[in-house]
């Protein structure tokens, strides 16, 4: 659906419009690294999922837009309540954060009362508030190494990430059996061609996909970590990469050089041939620059949460915004 057609003559310059909507409003747009190109280019700050939540809690502007989903906008939310949020499409969900309903994890949290409970920021702002902690894939494992050994831990949603963890911290946790359906799609067989295709390529791979994909990797980390290897690396090198293709735009930024191969997703539901677009999130695509500026211009949709709810979701986000 084209909301603005920028590309009539006399049509708005959405970038421009954008930039003076910042202005009247003191907004401050917030862009993940999965966002369209276009609008990480008109974004104040672009992060992960850790640098963002504490970019959100310690903002000065009146209006935080989030270019990210759901959840995303949410943490900014609970961290800063008295600000008005904006979302350029409130449908942004996310398959982990759907994949924990709080009812259901209420029972399984209730069902285990000796374990400390980790949650992937990655979930809703109900689970968050049955947690110990939140974590993010950047310090995941820094805050379980903070829990006491011994002490049973409960990890969720993240199957794949709570493996990861394990094997980096050496500590046995319950797993909830979420999953990213875009990280676990990613081909193993694939990616071991690229490989051969191109020896000496550098494989970057988000500890969100399946165990037999981390094990071809030679970086393993959060999007932040996977940009700055190519930061630190050889302005000429190869790189696969194993996440989400938007974080490409940033990579191409940093080492204008360095070549950038996607790696391919399996094959959803046809035989016709690799899938070019299963790699991308379907959420965090819903964000368009035409919804972000009418988001702006209308100050609607706005992320609203109940005070209460606020109020038990936001000490496990402040664990997590004080470790790693
Ligand atoms: P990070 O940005 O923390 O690496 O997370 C990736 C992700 O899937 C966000 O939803
Ligand atoms: Fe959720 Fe996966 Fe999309 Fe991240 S990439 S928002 S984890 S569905």
Not at 114 to 137: E, G, M, P, Q, R
Not at 144 to 158: C, Q, T
Request: hydrophobic share 45%; with cysteine; net charge negative.
């Amino acid at each position: 659906m084209v909301l603005v057609d920028a590309s009539q003559p006399g049509a708005v310059d959405l970038a421009a419009e954008i930039q003076a909507l910042k202005k009247s409003l003191n907004a401050v747009v917030l862009a993940h690294y999965y966002q369209y190109g276009e609008v990480q280019d008109v974004a104040d700050f672009i992060g992960d999922s850790l640098q963002l939540a504490r970019e959100a809690a310690q903002v000065k502007a009146d209006v935080i837009v989030f270019c990210g989903v759901h959840f995303m906008a949410e943490t900014a939310k609970i961290m800063s309540p008295d600000k008005l949020v904006l979302l350029p499409d409130l449908a942004a969900g996310c398959s982990l954060s759907e994949s924990a309903p709080a009812g259901p994890f209420a029972e399984f949290v209730a069902a285990h009362p000796d374990h400390t409970v980790v949650t992937y920021v990655n979930s809703s702002a109900a689970v968050k508030a049955l947690s110990d902690y939140c974590c993010t894939s950047s310090n995941a494992v820094d805050v379980v190494n903070s829990i006491p050994k011994g002490k049973p831990i409960i990890f969720a949603p993240d199957r794949f990430l709570g493996d990861w963890v394990m094997r980096e911290t050496g500590r046995d946790m319950l797993l909830w059996e979420g999953s990213c359906e875009v990280h676990e799609l990613f081909s193993e067989d694939k990616i071991v061609d690229l490989k051969q295709q191109h020896p000496g390529a550098i494989t970057l791979v988000h500890p969100e996909c399946p165990a037999p994909v981390r094990a071809l990797a030679d970086v393993i980390g959060s999007t932040k970590k996977l940009l700055e290897a190519v930061r630190a690396g050889e302005p000429n090198a190869t790189y696969v990469v194993v996440t989400e293709p938007g974080i490409i735009h940033q990579m191409q930024h940093a080492a204008p050089q360095a070549t950038f191969i996607m790696a391919p997703a399996e094959i959803r539901g046809n035989e016709q041939g690799a899938c070019t677009s299963c790699n991308e999130c379907p959420h965090m695509k819903r964000n368009t620059l035409e919804k972000l500026y009418l988001c702006m211009r209308d100050q609607s949709p706005s992320l609203e949460l109940p005070a209460d709810l606020i109020k038990r979701a936001r000490l496990p986000i402040e664990r997590m915004l004080s470790i790693g």
